[in-house]
């Protein structure tokens, strides 16, 4: 159902996320000009890019659910259920740890606009994206998908009840600020920007039929894979667009290194809580992924949308973003089923 560039750009996305990266470095002002508003005259209309483009992404990924395919799994609900409540524990598990570690470092704040970024990406849906990784390590996909639905149609109810649980571990204005942003998503930002694309489209999937369905993800996918790469680069930019002019290589460090923390404290209880589970081979891969890719592009446009005086905030959540990919091949690698030799 994909055309020849759509196939040609999702072998090689792993390339062009990284050559996004670059270019946000070198060329970031087209990227910070994307990510203002922008009034359509003579309507009363502002365009936002980037809420916009996250739209487009995740339509196609509602557009592509093998929504027949959900029917076992509502069946047999176990996988779903956990993903579900370790989506929820695990970003009250891991922050409290990380917010110890970080009152020990001499940064006045606590490591609180660090500590932000992350309960921003951590309260987010599992990242569309996941299903990708869980095609190419043979995982369970319908487990996956019905993940990255329920996760994202119960969004606009559990990413505030995040915020407000977490909010009190921040300090020095944050926990204002945090509060301010669930706001935000409370009053329709994980509804409109999340939940309706993506429930548009796997509308689409149910009720057109089949030859129209293949044209219409022939359109979409591409567009929507390329839409991707464009929001990596105005997110990027903001968050990149001053490494040059104002140079924090702390800053960097740290950001880097608490990043990589919550993603691997995240994929690790993930695959111990499958591990407890004794899910298959298959199964147990989904699972994992789902707890360790959260929708950091969402997260990112919240912080764009709602505080962009704190461009800082963005650089923690692109290195998830980084690091959540880099986890997840090694994951799909390690957990992928073993092929069933002949006569066995």
């Not at 409370?186 to 939940?195: C, D, I, K, M, P």
């Not at 990149?240 to 950001?255: D, H, I, K």
Request: glycine share 8%; with cysteine.
């Amino acid at each position: 159902m994909h055309t020849r560039a759509a196939s040609w750009l999702r072998h090689r996305l792993g390339r062009a996320v990284v050559l996004s990266y670059a270019l946000a470095l070198i060329l970031p002002a087209p990227g910070l000009w994307l990510r203002r508003p922008h009034p359509l005259p003579p309507s009363h209309l502002t365009v936002h890019t980037a809420p916009l483009l996250l739209s487009l992404v995740l339509f196609s990924a509602g557009l592509q659910v093998p929504v027949r395919a959900l029917g076992a799994l509502l069946r047999h609900p176990k996988a779903l259920l956990a993903g579900l409540a370790l989506h929820l524990a695990i970003p009250l598990a891991v922050v409290p740890f990380v917010a110890f570690l970080l009152r020990r470092t001499p940064d006045t704040d606590g490591g609180s606009g660090l500590l932000t970024a992350m309960i921003l990406v951590v309260a987010m849906p599992v990242a569309a994206g996941a299903t990708v990784w869980t095609d190419k390590g043979e995982g369970d996909q319908p487990t996956m998908v019905g993940l990255v639905l329920a996760s994202t149609l119960l969004s606009p109810l559990t990413t505030p009840v995040l915020l407000a649980t977490l909010s009190p571990l921040l300090s020095g204005g944050y926990a204002h600020t945090l509060a301010d942003t669930g706001r935000l998503a409370e009053s329709g930002f994980a509804l409109t920007a999340v939940v309706l694309p993506c429930a548009a489209g796997l509308l689409g999937a149910l009720v057109l039929p089949a030859r129209r369905l293949g044209g219409l993800v022939r359109t979409v996918a591409p567009s929507a894979m390329a839409g991707s790469l464009v929001l990596t680069y105005v997110n990027a930019s903001g968050a990149l667009g001053s490494v040059f002019t104002r140079p924090r290589p702390l800053l960097l460090a740290a950001a880097l290194g608490v990043a990589a923390l919550v993603c691997l404290l995240s994929f690790v209880l993930g695959g111990a809580a499958a591990r407890l589970l004794r899910l298959e081979a298959s199964t147990a891969s989904s699972l994992t992924l789902a707890c360790g890719m959260n929708n950091s592009s969402a997260s990112a446009v919240l912080i764009t949308t709602s505080l962009p005086d704190k461009p800082h905030l963005l650089l923690p959540v692109l290195a998830y973003g980084l690091l959540q990919k880099t986890a997840a091949n090694r994951i799909v690698t390690r957990l992928r089923p073993a092929p069933v030799t002949a006569g066995a």
